[in-house]
């Protein structure tokens, strides 16, 4: 409480207030730091057409996630941020190539990433945090945890994905590794998923039946209609 005096009016005003101001604004989530984001691919033809570079891209999946790359925050308006996938190595003994990005990434929720070989999309992923039920001492706890879901729409033979591929072990398909790196709230956390791509041809369902050799009807049909008959005469004679 204070109070002021107005010569000028001869009146004292007597002004109110408390000490302590509302808490009104939310505290924001933990920032997840992704400091090392590569993809490895292998048991493709590494030659010359293999990429130096691929794209990925950063997705919120939340209006209320913020997205930070390299210092620059991205706008809420905004569809995501782009970085650069640089290949890294590549082994042609080993029919492997790898990329990688150690950009400066953060983010405070749920994550949708796209990886791109120019126009073409190579895998995409989420990079979620879920509530998972735990217990401390003989206390139920919520304990935060985050994960990586990963899936490719990518076949043997398309975009780099070159090589002999086939059902045999001898030309097994090829596998895409996703390795992310990072923390949370100062704890390390490492993401992994290997996606395998998928060598067999897809068939269509056969929708008219086969042809039923007219001896082997006939056998059929005479063997019904004997034990037909041998059923009616049971019957009869009961």
């Known amino acids: 409480m204070e109070g002021s005096y107005?010569?000028?009016s001869k009146s004292l005003q007597i002004i109110e207030y408390s000490p302590y101001k509302p808490f009104t604004m939310m505290?924001?989530?933990p920032w997840f730091d992704l400091r090392v984001f590569y993809v490895r691919v292998s048991r493709?033809?590494?030659d010359e057409s293999t990429p130096e570079f691929l794209s990925l891209h950063h997705i919120p999946l939340s209006p209320d996630?913020?997205?930070e790359v390299n210092g620059v925050r991205s706008s809420i308006y905004s569809d995501g941020e782009c970085s650069v996938l640089r290949r890294d190595r590549v082994d042609k003994k080993s029919e492997e190539a790898t990329f990688v990005n150690t950009d400066s990434i953060r983010f405070t929720g749920s994550m949708k990433f796209e990886v791109y070989d120019k126009e073409l999309c190579v895998l995409s992923g989420v990079l979620e945090m879920s509530n998972t039920n735990g217990f401390v001492g003989e206390a139920k706890s919520s304990v935060k945890r985050w994960s990586m879901s990963c899936e490719t729409e990518m076949a043997p033979g398309c975009g780099f994905f070159k090589g002999?591929?086939?059902?045999v072990t001898e030309f097994p398909c090829p596998e895409i590794e996703v390795y992310v790196a990072g923390s949370f709230s100062g704890t390390p956390i490492i993401l992994t998923k290997t996606l395998q791509l998928s060598c067999?041809?897809?068939h269509n369902r056969k929708l008219a039946l086969d042809a039923i050799p007219e001896y082997e009807s006939t056998e059929r049909h005479k063997d019904v209609s004997d034990?037909?008959?041998d059923l009616q005469v049971k019957k009869f004679w009961a």
């Open 164 to 167: 002999k591929y086939g059902a």
């Open 44 to 46: 493709i033809q590494v």
């Open 27 to 29: 505290m924001p989530s």
């Open 6 to 8: 107005d010569s000028g």
């Open 200 to 202: 067999r041809k897809k």
């Open 227 to 229: 034990h037909g008959h």
């Open 65 to 67: 996630t913020l997205l």
